[in-house]
C-alpha cells in the first residue's frame, strides 16, 4: 500500500523558515517524479514545485522561486521542500504528491493527475 506522509509544517512569523517532509513507502519511488502542491483556504489546488527522478531538474511557480527549494533523497524515498521567506499568502495546506512521468508536465498535470498524493501538513505564516 502507497502511502505519503508530510510533516514539518507548523506557524511561522512573515520572513521565517519551515522545512517539509515527506516520506513514501509501499513502493520504490526512485523513477518517480515528486512534488508539492498547496491549497489554501476556499481555493483551488495550486502546484508549488516538482523535482524529477534523479533530481537533476527542479521547477516551480513563479510565486515561490528563489524563495523555496525542493529536494529529495531517492535511498530515503523521501522528498523535501525548504521554505524560506516565507509570506502570509504562503499559508495553505501543503501536499506531497507523485507521478511516473516527467516532472516538467507536473505543473499542467494538476494535483488531481497525481499517481499519490498524502494527507497535507499546515503551513501557517503570521503578519
Known amino acids: 500500500q502507497v502511502q505519503l506522509v508530510e510533516s514539518g509544517g507548523g506557524l511561522v512569523q512573515t520572513g521565517g523558515s519551515l522545512r517539509l517532509s515527506c516520506a513514501a513507502s509501499?513502493?520504490?519511488?526512485?523513477?518517480?517524479?515528486m512534488g508539492w502542491f498547496r491549497q489554501a483556504p476556499g481555493k483551488e489546488h495550486e502546484f508549488v514545485a516538482a523535482?524529477?527522478?534523479?533530481?537533476?531538474?527542479?521547477y516551480y511557480a513563479d510565486s515561490v522561486k528563489g524563495r523555496f527549494t525542493i529536494s529529495r533523497d531517492n535511498a530515503k524515498n523521501t522528498v523535501f521542500l525548504a521554505m524560506n521567506s516565507l509570506k502570509p499568502e504562503d499559508t495553505a495546506v501543503y501536499y506531497c504528491a507523485v507521478r511516473q512521468a516527467a516532472a516538467a508536465g507536473m505543473s499542467v498535470m494538476g494535483f488531481n493527475g497525481m499517481d499519490y498524493w498524502g494527507k497535507g501538513t499546515l503551513v501557517t505564516v503570521s503578519s
Open positions: 509501499g513502493r520504490t519511488f526512485s523513477s518517480y517524479a
Open positions: 523535482i524529477s527522478w534523479s533530481g537533476s531538474s527542479t
